[in-house]
T-cell receptor, first 116, second 112 residues
Framework: GESVGLHLPTLSVQEGDNSIINCAYS??????FIWYKQESGKGPQFIID?????DKRQGQRVTVLLNKTVKHLSLQIAATQPGDSAVYFC???????????????FGKGTKLSVKP | ETGVTQSPTHLIKTRGQQVTLRCSSQ?????VSWYQQALGQGPQFIFQ???????GRGNFPPRFSGLQFPNYSSELNVNALELDDSALYLC???????????FGDGTRLSIL
């Protein structure tokens, strides 16, 4: 079936290390992907997005890599900080009409814990 | 720039009741989407509104309905509440087209 899933449910890293969170998707027609960070008691916070015509995109301390051949994307966080502790979701866009972004398919999430 | 705001933050209802949740979109955004997030799960798409009309719907029954107003704010209505409706309900706003959705902090709905 069509789904977006994450390889690891939990990830524990040392402060200052780099973190890599992985995500697999199954719909080869998907063309837009987003990473969100969700802290306890809050809504998902947009981190970075990438379209299928790209294989890499960088933001502030974050990089998203997209491998369309194996339908895999990853989020890399450089110099991980305690404030990065949260659940991270990748989401796959399924447009609902008129080319709009609408139906985001989320995975279950990866919980990132940063040890000081 | 004002972000997405949702009200109320918490709500307790009993089975069979009806509930209305509200969302104010981020300034400049014309599209609103609603999601249901069960504990320990990722958000699930309920529906999207654009130009005051439903613009796509996920796998939710008709007792989940919504509205969008001329100022782009939105309501989610759920009738005949069931225990399984207990969840965090998230609203996200965006511009129409390939633009990222920005979420509010949700309404935590508990059904007794």
């Amino acid at each position: 079936g069509e789904s977006v899933g994450l390889h690891l449910p939990t990830l524990s890293v040392q402060e200052g290390d780099n973190s890599i969170i992985n995500c697999a998707y199954s719909n080869s027609a998907s063309d837009y992907f987003i990473w969100y960070k969700q802290e306890s008691g809050k809504g998902p916070q947009f981190i970075i997005d990438i379209r299928s015509n790209m294989d890499k995109r960088q933001g502030q301390r974050v990089t998203v890599l997209l491998n369309k051949t194996v339908k895999h994307l990853s989020l890399q966080i450089a110099a991980t900080q305690p404030g990065d502790s949260a659940v991270y979701f990748c989401a796959e866009n399924r447009g609902v009409g008129g080319g709009s972004q609408g139906n985001l398919i989320f995975g279950k999430g990866t919980k990132l814990s940063v040890k000081p | 720039e004002t972000g997405v705001t949702q009200s109320p933050t918490h709500l307790i209802k009993t089975r069979g009741q009806q509930v209305t949740l509200r969302c104010s979109s981020q300034s400049g955004h014309n599209t609103v989407s609603w999601y249901q997030q069960a504990l320990g799960q990722g958000p699930q798409f309920i529906f999207q509104y654009y130009r005051e009309e439903e613009n796509g719907r996920g796998n939710f029954p008709p007792r989940f309905s919504g509205l969008q107003f001329p100022n782009y704010s939105s309501e989610l209505n759920v009738n005949a509440l069931e225990l399984d409706d207990s969840a965090l309900y998230l609203c996200a706003s965006s511009l129409q087209g390939d633009q990222p959705q920005h979420f509010g902090d949700g309404t935590r709905l508990s059904i007794l």
